[in-house]
């Protein structure tokens, strides 16, 4: 399984666009990369998934660079309501085992 | 709307005691997992199951056990709960799918405390 590798932390100010990058070098072929959102005391949610270049949805933007081996979540102007932990994940839509890391903790400051 | 729900919100038992935790699932997905997570160490896979009966370990299996008898109900088990494993506990469903997107749903978790 792939390992991923996020930012422990990060502040943002209202209104900023916030990119949070995740590494995952050891991705394979069939792997997708899939981005979560957990806000305190509740089980997280799926934002995003992607395969390779880019996705956008009515919450966020995902950038997968050719090489696969790191992507770009992008959060365009947040609000405080986006302070959240956000988690990357890689592996494929068929596997059962399906592995958080220690996600990366946005702070949106007003 | 799809639902996986948690048996309890939040629940203090005794050391040495038998711990019951129980997930059920209305999407008729294949796929369950059981979590723990824990300030500053993210979410850490307990078990999963990938159908009626099977089950496999993954991060950290130790001191708990799994049953899943029917598909839409997986058990978390805590043999003799000790202060250790104080926690909170996420439940998860996913349906084993294609190349087309498969979220992962959560239940809204369970607070353990062992006292």
């Known amino acids: 399984l792939a390992k991923t590798t996020q930012p422990i932390s990060m502040d943002s100010y209202e209104g900023q666009e916030v990119n949070i990058t995740c590494s995952h070098n050891?991705?394979?072929?069939?792997?997708?990369i899939t981005w979560y959102q957990q806000f305190p005391s509740q089980g997280p949610r799926f934002i995003i998934q992607?395969?390779?270049t880019k996705v956008t949805n009515e919450v966020a933007s995902l950038f997968i660079p050719a090489d696969r081996k790191s992507s770009t979540l992008s959060l365009p102007r947040v609000s405080l309501s986006d302070t959240a932990v956000y988690y990357c994940?890689?592996?494929?839509?068929?596997?059962?085992?399906?592995?958080f890391g220690t996600g990366t903790s946005l702070t949106v400051i007003p | 709307d799809v639902k996986v729900t948690q048996s309890s919100r939040y629940l203090v038992k005794r050391t040495g005691e038998k711990v019951f935790l129980e997930c059920v699932q209305d999407?008729?997905?294949?796929?369950m997992f059981w979590y723990r997570q824990d300030p500053g160490l993210g979410l850490r896979l307990i078990y999963f199951?990938?159908?009626?009966?099977?089950?496999e370990k993954g991060d950290i299996p130790e001191g708990y056990s799994v049953s899943r008898e029917k598909k839409e109900r997986f058990s978390l088990i805590l043999e003799s709960a000790s202060t250790n494993q104080t926690s909170m506990y996420l439940c998860?469903?996913?349906?084993?799918?294609?190349?087309?997107?498969?979220?992962?749903?959560f239940g809204q978790g369970t607070r353990l405390t062992v006292v």
């Open positions: 199951s990938y159908d009626v009966k099977m089950k």
């Open positions: 050891n991705i394979a072929t069939n792997d997708y």
């Open positions: 994940l890689v592996g494929t839509n068929t596997g059962n085992q399906f592995y």
């Open positions: 999407m008729d997905h294949e796929n």
């Open positions: 998860a469903s996913r349906s084993t799918g294609g190349r087309s997107s498969t979220e992962a749903f």
């Open positions: 992607g395969y390779k």
